[in-house]
């Protein structure tokens, strides 16, 4: 598989949702294909 069979066109597959960080309360999640993930503190939030 190449990158560009799996990867979105903005490179990284990563969609940033405007969803905020129940546990940090103020970073955006950022969705990876079926789970949602914080940068900032590392939670994770599978669907
Ligand atoms: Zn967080």
Known sequence: ???G???????DGVEVTRESCPRC????LAEHGDR?????CGYTDRE
């Open 1 to 3: 598989m190449t990158r």
């Open 5 to 11: 069979d799996y990867y979105d066109a903005d490179g």
């Open 25 to 28: 309360g103020d970073t955006f």
């Open 36 to 40: 949602k993930h914080c940068g900032g």
